[in-house]
């Protein structure tokens, strides 16, 4: 194997549910799950108090606090994303204090008038401001470099690449440091490492080479993307050689242990409005998602690492994608299980 046309048959060919038995299986450390912010917390608490006055208020027939509750929780659903793309890490207190006074109004189930309820819909916008502000500071699009003919060179010799023991791993990743401005270089050789690791797929995992392992492929993927990080045909490339790392026997369990479904949200965060990343990378959450079973470690770690609200953005911004809208909306309900 070469080529990456391997990829694109497998992730057609990926299974839309199903369940990996951990019988026997020795429970795992998962070191990639991060503790949710206490900002996120606070915000997430209030969107679960809002949803179900508004659901009170429907029964009541009051169509006027629907609407109100309904503009809140998108503003606050737009909070949450930003807290969990780390583009907000404090919250002004004026506003904690206002959403908490605005939820109180109807808490433990009291009836309000609408003459007489308070609704401050202005309490949000600086921070709204601010965060635009910020984006349209962003850098250019991003259009890979045309490949030097040293760089060029480099990509031939790593297409062919060959030794897969820890010294020949080593030395490619040298390889890699020199041409380090090059996607292409970097790109070749996820490619090349991706074939090794679906030749020994079907090995146990006693027998597969130890270079092959989660533990040590996963540090270098993650430096050779990190090389290029804006180039979104290597994010793709790195994400598909985590889907391969999974795919071995046993190897979800060690890729989640080893951070592996951190590293594909961050790159669909990073890449949100690029269709062709998204597409790739939630199809990859959806096939893990899927050979993992509820409430699992192996579920838990990726319902830390990938929140229901990312998932929610990028399908409403590629509706016209419908893989897009398929990997996202099979992989919400498990998240949920």
Avoid at 86 to 103: C, I
Avoid at 192 to 199: A, G, H, K, N, Q
Wanted: hydrophobic residues 40%.
């Amino acid at each position: 194997l070469r080529s990456g046309d391997w990829i694109s048959a497998l992730l057609a060919a990926m299974p839309m549910k199903g369940k990996q038995s951990t019988k026997g299986a020795s429970k795992p450390s998962f070191k990639g799950v991060v503790k949710e912010s206490l900002e996120a917390s606070w915000a997430r608490k209030q969107l679960n108090s809002l949803a179900s006055q508004r659901e009170a208020a429907a029964r009541r027939g009051e169509e006027w606090l629907e609407e109100s509750h309904r503009w809140h929780e998108a503003r606050l659903e737009e909070l949450l994303l930003k807290i969990v793309a780390s583009r907000l890490t404090a919250l002004p207190e004026e506003l904690r204090e206002g959403v908490d006074f605005y939820v109180s109004q109807c808490a433990d189930g009291e009836v309000v008038t609408q003459e007489s309820f308070y609704d401050d819909r202005e309490m949000y916008a600086a921070v709204l401001a601010a965060d635009a502000a910020a984006v349209q500071g962003a850098e250019p699009p991003y259009v890979r470099p045309e490949e030097t003919e040293e760089a060029a060179k480099a990509v031939e010799v790593v297409a062919d690449w060959n030794d897969i023991s820890q010294h020949g791993l080593t030395n490619l990743e040298r390889r890699l440091a020199m041409h380090a401005d090059s996607a292409g270089v970097q790109e070749a050789a996820l490619k090349r490492i991706s074939c090794f690791v679906m030749e020994s797929k079907d090995q146990a995992k006693d027998r597969r080479p130890q270079a092959l392992s989660a533990k040590h492929l996963l540090p270098f993927i993650r430096r050779a993307m990190g090389r290029c990080a804006r180039d979104g045909l290597l994010q793709r490339q790195g994400c598909k050689a985590v889907l391969a790392l999974s795919l071995a026997k046993g190897g979800l369990t060690e890729v989640l242990d080893e951070g592996g479904a951190g590293m594909v949200v961050g790159v669909l965060q990073a890449h949100k409005k690029d269709a062709d990343v998204v597409e790739c990378t939630t199809r990859i959450i959806e096939s893990m998602t899927a050979r993992s079973r509820a409430n699992s470690p192996e579920r838990c770690a990726i319902s830390a690492a990938c929140p229901e609200e990312l998932l929610k953005e990028v399908c409403d911004l590629h509706r016209n994608r419908p893989y897009i809208e398929k990997a996202t909306m099979t992989t919400i309900p498990f998240l949920r299980e």
